[in-house]
Nanobody
Framework: QVQLVESGGGLVQAGGSLRLSCVAS????????MGWFRQAPGKEREFVAA????????YYTDSVKDRFTISRDNAKNTVYLQMDSLKPEDTAVYYC???????????????????WGQGTQVTVSS
């Protein structure tokens, strides 16, 4: 089992920044591809960003490219999501997830991830 705990959410004005953190409970974190997803009220959970386990290549959904940055610190078992130039449409519960199986390009489908955090609320006011 891998436990994931997110933090860093909150209320911010449009144009502001937040940094989300996700701490994993196991050292095998370095073997996992990590993803961030978000879910707004009444909408399906959607892919935001992911980082590969091997060469730390990063992947983003188009709506957050050039605004969000995903990174990882394997020594701290932690993955981050730096969110800049936030917009009201970024408002959602943000979840981190771990894929312990696939070694290629990280999946963008939630069902392919093995472990999930509890989520952290991000609210962007206009």
């Amino acid at each position: 089992q891998v436990q994931l705990v997110e933090s860093g959410g909150g209320l911010v004005q449009a144009g502001g920044s937040l940094r989300l953190s996700c701490v994993a409970s196991r050292r095998t974190f370095s073997s996992a591809a990590m993803g961030w997803f978000r879910q707004a009220p009444g909408k399906e959970r959607e892919f935001v960003a992911a980082i590969r386990r091997s060469d730390t290549s990063t992947y983003y959904t188009d709506s957050v490219k050039d605004r969000f940055t995903i990174s990882r610190d394997n020594a701290k078992n932690t993955v981050y999501l730096q969110m800049d130039s936030l917009k009201p449409e970024d408002t959602a519960v943000y979840y981190c997830a771990a894929d312990m199986v696939r070694s290629g390009i990280p999946a963008k489908v939630p069902s392919l991830y093995d472990y999930w955090g509890q989520g952290t609320q991000v609210t962007v006011s206009s």
